[in-house]
């Protein structure tokens, strides 16, 4: 049986930033200016109005994070999730720690940053960053540099539209992979964060031929998430648990497929629940606990992981030649 050809490219995107961050940036810096002005004309305290101003951000964003583990532990009562309550803080104040970062300081005012370049020891493979739902590419920049210091060259793309169809970023997708294969002679790894994992598995379904040895996922909902209730788009419909989408999406997959995906996720997903819809059969799937889905992005254990993974594949393409 002969491989179908793939579809024809589109030119290379070009770099530039997320026009829905920077308004969702602008909107920011005009919420700020208002509880300042509120404040101001409330107390006329200048430390209460720098507090106030300075904070109202975080503390929203940790009472959001809050009501979303207290969700998840509600609807996904597996024995994993429970642990004592201490335990349960630290991961929700990570989880803040790391979201607030990457997801209110980065991504608005970052997402055409350059990425750094390689300093470690040379590398078999090179590493295509796919971010989640709702984000953009400056999801990766702290991670990036780790993958630098290893000796990996990466790259990471933004997907959009922001609430599209994830079949429409495939061709972005292939383009960057075969950009990258082009750019450093290596083959590619990629490695996608929630969402991100489902549009590598998508793109390569429609173009098998590109230079993909691996995939690694993290934290994504293979089969669904019921978090996606709380969303829109058609994207999270695609991603809603045991969609339709997602069914055809695992039947069209080959046992070889699955043997070049690894599934990292974590039994105290915030956002990705019930934590099952995260094991792909066939796959290489690998359970962390104590981390949110975000900080997937940033930990030294799943950072590690991934690295661990990467030497695998790497020493797997070495072992072939």
């Known amino acids: 049986m002969t491989t179908p050809p793939s579809p024809p490219l589109p030119p290379a995107p070009v770099r530039r930033a997320s026009r829905p961050h920077l308004i969702y940036g602008g909107i920011q810096v005009t919420l700020s200016i208002i509880v ?4 101001w004309a409330a107390w006329h305290s200048p430390w209460t109005t720098v507090l ?5 951000l975080p503390v929203s964003h940790a009472i959001g994070l809050a009501a979303g583990f207290l969700m998840a532990a509600h609807s996904d009562p597996t024995p994993e999730r429970r642990t004592v309550a201490g335990t349960n803080v630290a991961v929700w104040a990570y989880e803040c720690a790391a979201s607030i970062l990457l997801l209110d ?7 055409a940053a350059p990425l750094p370049t390689p300093s470690g020891p040379a590398r078999p493979v ?4 796919l971010h989640g739902y709702g984000c953009n590419r400056a999801f990766w920049l702290r991670f990036s540099r780790h993958l630098a210091d290893a000796g990996y060259p990466c790259d990471a793309i933004n997907l959009g539209p922001i609430f599209g ?19 450093t002679r290596l083959p590619v790894v990629i490695v996608g964060h929630s969402m991100g994992g489902i549009a590598a598995r998508a793109c390569l379904q429609r173009y098998p031929t590109l230079p993909v040895a691996h995939t690694i996922t993290l934290g994504s909902p293979q089969f669904g ?27 069209r997959e080959t046992d070889a497929e699955r043997a070049r995906i690894t599934s990292i996720y974590t039994y105290h997903d915030n956002v990705v629940y019930p934590v099952r819809t995260s ?23 799943a950072r590690a992981l991934v690295l661990e993974t990467l030497d695998r594949v790497a020493q797997g393409l070495l072992h072939t030649v």
């Open 225 to 251: 998430t019921l978090h996606a209730r709380h969303g829109i788009g058609q994207n999270v419909r695609q991603m809603s648990l045991g969609s339709e989408w997602l069914v055809a999406l695992a039947r």
């Open 279 to 301: 094991v792909l059969p066939g796959a290489h799937n690998i359970a962390l606990d104590g981390l949110g889905h975000v900080s997937l992005g940033t930990h030294p254990r």
């Open 105 to 111: 300081l980065y991504q608005p005012w970052l997402s």
């Open 36 to 39: 300042a002005l509120a404040t």
């Open 52 to 56: 106030w101003t300075a904070l109202w």
């Open 126 to 129: 090179a590493v295509l960053l």
């Open 165 to 183: 169809d994830i079949d429409d970023y495939a061709p972005n997708i292939a383009k960057a992979a075969q950009a990258l294969a082009e750019r």
